[in-house]
């Protein structure tokens, strides 16, 4: 009877532990849960009221509680601890964020599209997942860690979508664009910009194919409709669609020598010579063609054909190997005449004879 009575104390002992345990039991990982919980919902908010704010509108209670889907009680429990905390304050023409408050919202903003800069570029992932990945991952991420993802992505300016990645001391440069239907038609534009809410709206413009630093051109306006090309695909897009891609003048086109191709077009055995890498590559994708030593005035040649088609094998300074058309279709060059990419006859050794 006494060890059965044991056994019991025993077993309530382990309980209260693995519930108590300082710091390890359940109990903490439940109050750790809800505080991240808690700290989310505030940093999500600020958010919000920051992105009114550069849109040059106040936000309200009202807008905030729609973003993010709470009561009307919550949210304005959320308001009163925000101002508590010396983050906003309300006035009549909304909600407004203090120096403190913008600090911390900047940051949260930085994060966010660093984030999905890494998994746009390092981690390969689509373009339709990235927001929602970088929505978890922005709020555990610190400043040290963000500049050191920043110097590993080479400083980049913008996010995969085109907006404005602040700076560690919360500059931002502003979003220089307009809506594709105040675009003329006719005129050659550059897409800066992608609208990734609401998503139902974004995923209509990803399946057009269309990203930031494309060129496009409007075709058709009609209060229906508005049709544009991108050089090679005519598409079709209700006003309200097209309102979400924002563009501006393009860019002066490099002046390439006569004869520059893309490398994906290079022929088999074909030599040629390295013009540049263009600049819609970027971030890892960029830096990985850079260390394979693909600079400008290298030589290159496609050495073998793949009967699958890719990747191919090229020989760049002295070494094979893969790229695929992803890859080639950023690499502009100029293919040289046979003679031009012989190796140097070897020295006759000393008193050789002929």
Known sequence: METNLSWILLLIALSLAVLLWPGAGVWAQLRRQQEMRRRALLEDALKHVLTWEHRSQAATPESLRGTLGVSERSVIGLVQQMEQAGLLHSAAGGLHLSPKGERWAVHIVRAHRLWERYLSDDAGMPMGRLHQAAEKAEHQLSEERLQALEAHLGHPLHDPHGDPIPAADGTMAPLKGVPLTDWPSGKPARVVHIEDEPDVLFQQILATGLRPGMTVRVIEQHPERIVISDGENE????????????????????????????????????????????????????????????????????????????????????????????????????????????????????????
């Open 235 to 354: 598409h079709l897009l209700a006003p309200v669609v097209a309102a979400n891609i924002q563009v501006a003048e393009q860019h002066r086109q490099p002046r390439r020598p006569a004869g520059a191709k893309r490398l994906t077009d290079l022929a088999d055995q074909e030599a040629a010579e390295v013009l540049e890498i263009s600049q819609a590559c970027q971030g890892y994708s960029r830096r990985r063609l850079l260390d394979l030593g693909i600079t400008p005035g290298t030589r290159i040649e496609a050495a073998l054909e793949n009967p699958f088609g890719e990747p191919r094998a090229f020989r760049v300074r002295g070494t094979t190997i893969a790229l695929r058309n992803q890859q080639t279709n950023h690499i502009w060059v100029k293919p040289v005449a046979a003679e031009e990419t012989k190796p140097a006859p070897e020295p006759e050794p000393a008193g050789a004879t002929l």
